[in-house]
């Protein structure tokens, strides 16, 4: 983003998807606004407190939580109900469940699993639950084996996978969908309460 006259350019490369130009526009107008509150890019330039601020003013942005409540269909924690907000707010899957955990308070954890990147093939995450402030989920060495090879399938389908919850390993229902070369993997917490309050 560069000024120009009395605005200023936002420049996104033309290599990236339709959804990453809208979330990348959205969060320099974060930096826009925060600039007109009395923080000046300088001391914006890769600060992790800025960035943060404009990640989230994207997200409300382009995910309103008005918009988000209207749906009737967030109480189905589901690759299917996320699927459908990212395509119809225009976002990535990781955007939409970003805002889908802030605002229907989903406990849920999402992977991705590439197989044409094998020192980083699955994308963990630590997410909030009712009985942790936060849970890391991981998978665990069997879970690429259960998984089974790409084998070009575009399936979903609902399958016990073993994951790694804090260190503590559990085979657990998850939501899988395969696309050609890579799986998305999303589970449920809410039935784990318990399980996640033993010592």
Not at 58 to 76: I, M
Not at 162 to 185: I, K, Q, T
């Amino acid at each position: 983003m560069t000024p120009r006259g009395t605005g200023y350019v936002i420049e996104t490369s033309s290599d990236l998807p339709l959804y990453r130009h809208r979330f990348t526009v959205a969060h320099e107008l974060g930096h826009i606004m925060l600039q007109r509150a009395g923080v000046p890019f300088s001391h914006q330039v890769d600060h992790p407190v800025a960035e943060s601020v404009c990640n989230s003013f994207a997200s409300y942005l382009l995910l309103p939580v008005q918009w988000l409540k209207a749906r009737s269909d967030l109480h189905l924690v589901s690759l299917k109900t996320l699927d459908g907000v990212a395509r119809d707010a225009g976002v990535s899957q990781s955007a939409a469940f970003v805002a889908l955990a802030r605002t229907a308070k989903w406990h849920a954890a999402l992977l991705h699993f590439h197989w044409d990147e094998p020192d980083a093939r699955w994308i963990p995450l630590s997410v909030k639950t009712r009985v942790r402030p936060t849970v890391r989920v991981e998978p665990t060495w069997a879970t690429s084996d259960a998984l089974g090879g790409p084998e070009g399938r575009t399936s979903s389908t609902v399958r016990n996978l073993p994951l790694a919850f804090d260190g503590r390993e559990a085979s657990v229902p998850c939501d899988v969908r395969f696309s050609y070369r890579s799986a998305s993997v999303m589970v449920d917490l809410r039935p784990l309460a318990r399980w996640f309050a033993r010592p």
